[in-house]
Every structure is written in structure tokens, then in C-alpha cells.
């Protein structure tokens, strides 16, 4: 069975501290990307990677950095979380090439206070 | 503009009854067509894929897409509560050069029983 899992369910942070968000998926999938879910406003893509220590800007990174040192995991970084970085953040990964499925984790809802 | 726009609902139907869910877009560029099924507290899941104009089947799921007037629909037939669930879609495509994948905001089906 597929699995991409995320380090946390809830997560609560206060204004300006750094927050990370680990996600390992084991299909030995090459992309990775992280996404934020907002009422209204879908999923938008933060970064994603094809492949280990590769990364891309996606639609709305500012105010995240990512990183990929294993095939495995991709971490999402807030270097300074702000209140409206409040939001789910989802994991996903799919295999090389542009139409391949993504399979998401299970979300992590992030509040910044 | 949105590069896609899908009714967020919500969209409350009883049992057994036959749901249309749709969305439009304005990008000439996609050739890509999904249906993603988010459960509450979950990620989400792709439902069906389909690839330029037509229709395709799956149980009691018919994904369709009208590539001249740019408009997709999921039709769900003989509706369950089971099948109460955020429903996204999501088409990629090359733009500017660069695969890209953008998801519509999802809309919240609710079916009574």
C-alpha cells in the first residue's frame, strides 16, 4: 500500500518562530511537493522537487524554504511563521514526469498565533 | 482571472440522486483532466483521469471534458453517503515552457440518506 506520511496532524507555532514540516513518502518516487489548502482558494503549490537536493519555486513560496537530502523526504520550512501561514499543508509525491498521479498525506494544519 | 474555476458549494443532495460537478478554465494549454476526492481530515485521492475531449466511465463515476468550450464534469450516479466528500479537479498541462498542474478549489458534496 502507497504511503506518504507527514510528521504532524496539528501543529500550533507563535508569530516568528521557525517551523519545520517533515513528509516521507516510501514508493521511491522522484517529485515531491508541498502544497497549502485554503478555504476558497484550493491547493496552491508552495515548492516541489524531482529529485534529491533539486528544487523548485511553485506558485506562492514566499515565506518558505524546502529541502530534500534523501529520495525519501522533503521537509517545508517557515524561517519566521507569520498568522497567515495559518493553513493545511499537504505532502505529495508522484512519480518522474509531468502527468503522473500525486499521492497526498494526510495534511498538517498549521496555526500560528 | 482563475486559471480554473470550480464552485466551492456547499452542495447538499439526497440519496440515490444524480450529482453534476463541474469546473471551467481558461487555458487553452491543458490536455490533462482529473478528479481528486478529499475526505474529511484526509488527503486527497485521484478519483479519475481523462485525456482531451470525451467521456470516461468508472462504476457510477463519468468524468467528462469539452475541450472547445472548456469545461469539465463529474457526474456521480445512484449518490451514497459515502460518497459525501470535498471534490477537486485539477488539470496540467506545458506552459511558458514548464509542465503545470493547477487545482480548482473543490467543492464540499454532502449526500443525505
Known amino acids: 500500500d502507497v504511503k506518504v506520511t507527514q510528521s504532524s496532524r496539528y501543529l500550533v507555532k507563535r508569530t516568528g518562530e521557525k517551523v519545520f514540516l517533515e513528509c516521507v513518502q516510501d514508493?521511491?518516487?522522484?517529485?515531491m511537493f508541498w502544497y497549502r489548502q485554503d478555504p476558497g482558494l484550493g491547493l496552491r503549490l508552495i515548492y516541489f522537487?524531482?529529485?534529491?537536493?533539486?528544487?523548485e519555486k511553485g506558485d506562492i513560496p514566499e515565506g518558505y524554504s524546502v529541502s530534500r537530502e534523501k529520495k525519501e523526504r522533503f521537509s517545508l520550512i517557515l524561517e519566521s511563521a507569520s498568522t497567515n501561514q495559518t493553513s493545511m499543508y499537504l505532502c505529495?509525491?508522484?512519480?518522474?514526469?509531468?502527468?503522473?498521479?500525486?499521492?497526498f498525506g494526510p495534511g498538517t494544519r498549521l496555526t500560528v498565533l | 482571472q482563475k486559471e480554473v474555476e470550480q464552485d466551492p458549494g456547499p452542495l447538499s443532495v439526497p440519496e440515490g440522486a444524480i450529482v453534476s460537478l463541474n469546473c471551467t478554465y481558461s487555458?487553452?494549454?491543458?490536455?490533462?483532466f482529473m478528479w481528486y476526492r478529499q475526505y474529511s481530515r484526509k488527503g486527497p485521492e485521484l478519483l479519475m483521469y481523462?485525456?482531451?475531449?470525451g467521456n470516461k466511465e468508472d462504476g457510477r463515476f463519468t468524468a467528462q471534458v469539452d475541450k472547445s468550450s472548456k469545461y469539465i464534469s463529474l457526474f456521480i450516479r445512484d449518490s451514497q453517503p459515502s460518497d459525501s466528500a470535498t471534490y477537486l479537479c485539477?488539470?496540467?498541462?506545458?506552459?511558458?515552457?514548464?509542465?503545470?498542474?493547477?487545482f480548482g478549489q473543490g467543492t464540499r458534496l454532502t449526500i443525505n440518506p
Open positions: 505529495a509525491s508522484s512519480l518522474a514526469g509531468p502527468y503522473n498521479e500525486q499521492f
Open positions: 514508493m521511491d518516487h522522484e517529485n
Open positions: 522537487s524531482y529529485d534529491v537536493k533539486m528544487k
Open positions: 487555458n487553452s494549454a491543458f490536455q490533462y
Open positions: 481523462t485525456y482531451s475531449s
Open positions: 485539477a488539470m496540467s498541462g506545458e506552459i511558458q515552457g514548464a509542465q503545470k498542474l493547477v
